[in-house]
């Protein structure tokens, strides 16, 4: 018995109802053309007794997408650009793994885990489904989901294309600032560059 | 009439012996030749792969199972048959070994990863990073403050860092996302 398998086997009506779509170990949350996902990974440590697996979740915008950052149909978990795994929500941010024997009992995991789903995982894709989501998470969160640059680069691409030039004309003077001497510094004026940003 | 077919059973007896010869010949002469490439281009690469390595990364000597399991793996000895057999129990050992690098190289992961933890960072293990050139999987994968700092890949003995990793890396580390090769000494 493959006992991964069978736990995403289990795990696929309880996340259903919950309103998301299946494709592999991907469960897909749809608002508009952005995607919340969670993804369920298999550690390479597992064996056939014992499985370890950890979920990964993130948000996929659309309007990032076609700009040309990881640009997909059906993106995976990897391509989206705000990303976490669940544990960095969790208190102490541990690396969270659930480790399944063959012998337990495959429901009680799966109720764990939806609850930790429901508990983590859907609250914060939900913060951050929209583009404007994505933006107040940008500007006023600690957690990025992402690289420093990362962040710059789509909270400027996600800002021009809401017309919010004020907070686009700060985001970009705090960023120069931080990064003077930095290489991001040059990342940075080849993105803004790209998006044809003039003050 | 007698003749003729006199004649035509010699033919097939003769076209039957040649056909054998010829079986024989392509069972002696396939296995030798196969056992001579194999063997030449297998030294040959692991040859050019030491000096690469040694040159590169200053690593002054490969590991004796990193080499044997290489060399293992394609040297076939006598027939056909054995050759088989002894490739499969090869394979076993080869499969011990990569079994016994694996368990020191998450032992390593493990190690540095504390290590970081201890200084404030939060560390995630097997990560799945997306490039153009395919995903590339991060041993470890920092964050601080809830960024994303970079990756880092930890290698155990002589345990190879290959061009296509090199290439993911480079693409990630251009798009802020430093990867960082760890090596484990050997006095470690």
């Known amino acids: 018995m493959d006992i991964f398998k069978e736990l995403i086997k289990t795990l696929t009506p309880l996340l259903k109802q919950m309103g998301f779509?299946?494709?592999?170990?991907?469960?897909?949350?749809e608002l508009g053309e952005n995607y919340g996902i969670v993804n369920f990974q298999k550690s390479r440590e597992s064996t056939k007794e014992v499985v370890l697996f950890t979920a990964n979740f993130g948000v996929y915008s659309s309007v990032l997408g076609q700009f040309g950052y990881n640009d997909s149909v059906k993106p995976e978990v990897e391509q989206c650009h705000w990303q976490s795994r669940v544990g960095s929500f969790m208190p102490g941010s541990p690396d969270y793994w659930w480790k399944v024997n063959i012998s337990d009992n495959l429901s009680g995991i799966a109720s764990n885990v939806i609850e930790t789903v429901q508990s983590i995982i859907v609250p914060e894709i939900n913060k951050r489904l929209s583009d404007e989501g994505l933006i107040n998470c940008w500007l006023n969160e600690d957690f990025a989901g992402t690289t420093e640059i990362g962040r710059f680069?789509?909270?400027?691409?996600l800002l021009k294309k809401k017309g919010d030039l004020n907070t686009l004309n700060q985001v970009v003077d705090a960023f120069m600032q931080q990064s003077k001497g930095k290489p991001n510094a040059s990342r940075a004026l080849e993105h803004l560059k790209e998006i044809e940003y003039s003050k | 009439m007698k003749d003729v077919l006199k004649l035509i059973?010699?033919?097939i007896e003769v076209v039957f012996v040649i056909i054998l010869i010829l079986t024989c010949m392509v069972l002696t002469v396939i296995p030798a030749s196969a056992?001579?490439?194999?063997?030449d281009q297998l030294h040959h690469s692991c040859t050019v792969f030491h000096n690469n390595y040694t040159a590169q990364e200053g690593i002054p000597t490969i590991t004796t199972s990193s080499y044997i399991v290489r060399r293992n793996v394609t040297v076939p000895s006598g027939n056909m048959y054995l050759g088989v057999a002894s490739s499969t129990a090869a394979t076993e050992g080869t499969q011990s070994l990569i079994q016994a690098n694996r368990t020191a190289g998450n032992?390593?992961?493990?190690e540095l990863a504390?290590?970081?933890r201890a200084e404030g960072r939060t560390v995630n293990t097997e990560v799945y990073k997306w490039t153009p050139f395919g995903k590339r999987y991060m041993d470890l994968d920092v964050w601080h403050n809830g960024v994303n700092l970079g990756g880092i890949e930890t290698?155990?003995?002589g345990s190879r860092y290959l061009p296509l990793q090199r290439l993911k890396d480079a693409w990630l580390d251009a798009n802020g996302y430093p990867v960082q090769l760890v090596r484990k000494p050997a006095n470690w």
């Open chain 1, 21 to 29: 779509n299946k494709k592999g170990n991907n469960f897909y949350l």
């Open chain 1, 153 to 157: 680069k789509y909270l400027t691409v």
């Open chain 2, 9 to 11: 059973k010699k033919s």
């Open chain 2, 35 to 39: 056992k001579s490439i194999s063997y």
């Open chain 2, 107 to 110: 032992l390593f992961r493990d």
């Open chain 2, 114 to 116: 504390t290590a970081l």
């Open chain 2, 155 to 157: 290698k155990v003995g």
